[in-house]
């Protein structure tokens, strides 16, 4: 069954600094690829997403994200986190027919 | 604007009261989609409609229908709601693509959400 797993439900980072947070799916076949964003209240916004050539795909708000086949990983970055970068993010697969969501990652920015 | 909007936004209703939640796109897409969101669970797929008249089970069907009549529109029927459909609903559409040969579904756009209560 295919599935994607987010393994960090909540990461801290401080206000200036790197950040990657991790994505694995599980799929047979080279997936089509998404990171969404989800503000306190709001709906989903999408930051990048993976079709295919380019392997590091850029997206809005400065992040970035590499699709690596060898590791099933899509893991999204960030080189200097901003304070409104406080959200959850999720990462998706689109296998087809149907999309899947990894749990989320909590992201809280300190200053 | 190009939007997906959904209405209610918020509902509070009681075990066994029939409900429906409509979902409208105007973006002329495609594949459109429900999801409920729980905490520590993430999204997950409730139905989905590749086009008119053509839905699907996704992970988690049971209690819900749907129905695809108009392109535009794809409203979840909760025809005898429980506590444990209470959560946060979301809407989703996509335009579908083609490459190598293979059908896929690009990036969704979502609506605003409904929270879903039931007593």
């Known amino acids: 069954a295919q599935s994607v797993t987010q393994p960090d439900i909540h990461i801290t980072v401080s206000e200036g600094a790197s950040l990657e947070l991790r994505c694995n799916y599980s799929y047979g076949a080279t997936p089509y690829l998404f990171w969404y964003v989800q503000s306190p209240g709001q709906g989903l916004q999408l930051l990048l997403k993976?079709?295919?050539?380019?392997?590091l795909v850029q997206g809005i708000k400065g992040f970035e994200a590499e699709f690596k086949r060898s590791q099933s990983s899509f893991n999204l970055r960030k080189p200097s986190v901003h304070w409104s970068d406080a959200a959850e993010y999720f990462c998706?697969?689109?296998?087809?027919?149907?999309?899947?969501f990894g749990t989320g990652t909590s992201l809280t920015v300190i200053p | 604007e190009a939007q997906v909007t959904q209405n209610p936004r918020y509902l509070i209703t009681v075990t066994g009261k029939k409900l429906t939640v409509t979902c409208s796109q105007n973006m002329n897409h495609e594949y459109m989609s429900w999801y409920r969101q729980d905490p520590g669970l993430g999204l997950r797929q409730i139905y989905y409609s590749m086009n008119v008249e053509v839905t699907d089970k996704g992970d988690v069907p049971e209690g819900y229908k749907v129905s695809r009549k108009e392109k535009r529109n794809f409203p979840l029927i909760l025809e005898s709601p429980s506590p444990n459909q209470t959560s946060l609903y979301f809407c989703?559409?996509?335009?579908?693509?083609?490459?190598?040969?293979?059908?896929?579904?690009?990036?969704?756009?979502f609506g605003p959400g409904t929270r879903l209560t039931v007593l």
């Open positions: 998706a697969v689109n296998t087809g027919n149907q999309f899947y």
């Open positions: 993976y079709f295919s050539g380019d392997t």
């Open positions: 989703a559409s996509s335009k579908s693509g083609s490459e190598y040969g293979l059908d896929f579904f690009r990036e969704q756009f």
